[in-house]
């Protein structure tokens, strides 16, 4: 069975004692185990959640990455100093990064592989812009993200590769993909994934949805056979709506 996986990413909200606020009442609510349940704090709060998740099932994961392991590039964040805070995800190739910080696939590729060296696993963001979606071009935009960001990934490595389908449009914007589309967009992920890294790898890799999930509306959407669980935002940020995510989750 494909395991399953609900994380949060809570950008750039919560300083320490709020983060800290944050996971002790999801860690103290959380009542099921065939999800994966993953939180992303700020780098700055990493360290302090780490130690709060440690003996738990939750993951602790990071929402972005530098791919060079260490060296004179001031502000970034290694690959190194990731895994020996413990962290086992981390989101790479968000729109937002892509969009506000300039990111381009080749840097995205460069990421991925540096998180997969380093024995952690990316969780890869991929999708389209309204615009692009209405001109019909959402196949060929995940397909040119998925194959430029998964360039030089071997099979096993495959294995660790987590995906989220996150189309911009609907990314903080209380918009939501139908099920029915997600579970379109989903599909055609799998089918190249499969193509890339073999039928057995690729279907074993998990596909989550992102963009405005809520308590109300994953049920539905988790619901359809591709979508194996939700990057979450937003509701994200307070336990009650985390653990209502969770616990709504087919
Ligand atoms: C996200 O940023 O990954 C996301 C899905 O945000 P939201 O849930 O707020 O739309």
Not at 78 to 95: K, N, R, T, Y
Not at 101 to 129: S, Y
Not at 161 to 178: C, F, K, M, N
Request: with cysteine; net charge negative; hydrophobic share 40%.
């Amino acid at each position: 069975m494909r395991e399953r996986i609900i994380a949060g990413n809570w950008k750039m909200n919560k300083t320490v004692p709020e983060a800290l606020e944050l996971i002790e009442t999801i860690k103290y609510e959380l009542s099921r185990d065939d999800y994966k349940i993953v939180v992303c704090p700020p780098f700055t709060a990493l360290y302090s959640v780490g130690g709060a998740v440690s003996g738990t099932p939750i993951a602790l994961g990071a929402q972005n990455v530098f791919w060079e392991d260490r060296g004179a590039f001031t502000g970034e964040i290694s690959p190194v100093m990731l895994a020996d805070l413990g962290v086992e995800f981390v989101i790479v190739g968000h729109s937002e990064r892509r969009r506000y910080f300039g990111e381009t696939d080749e840097m995205i590729n460069r990421k991925v592989r540096a998180v997969l060296a380093h024995k952690m696993r990316p969780i890869l963001c991929v999708g389209e812009t309204l615009e692009q979606r209405e001109a019909g071009k959402t196949i060929d935009v995940v397909t040119h993200q998925l194959r430029e960001a998964l360039k030089g990934v071997s099979e096993s490595e495959a294995k660790r590769l987590v995906i989220a389908y996150e189309p911009v449009w609907a990314i903080g914007t209380g918009r939501t993909a139908t099920p029915l589309q997600a579970q379109a967009a989903h599909a055609f992920i799998r089918e190249e994934l499969n193509l890339m890294f073999g039928k057995e790898v690729g279907d074993q890799i998990p596909i989550l949805y992102g963009g405005s999930v809520k308590p109300d509306n994953v049920a539905d959407l988790t619901g359809m056979p591709d979508v194996d669980g939700a990057l979450v935002g937003g509701a994200s940020l307070k336990a009650e709506s985390f653990i209502g995510i969770i616990e709504n989750a087919q």
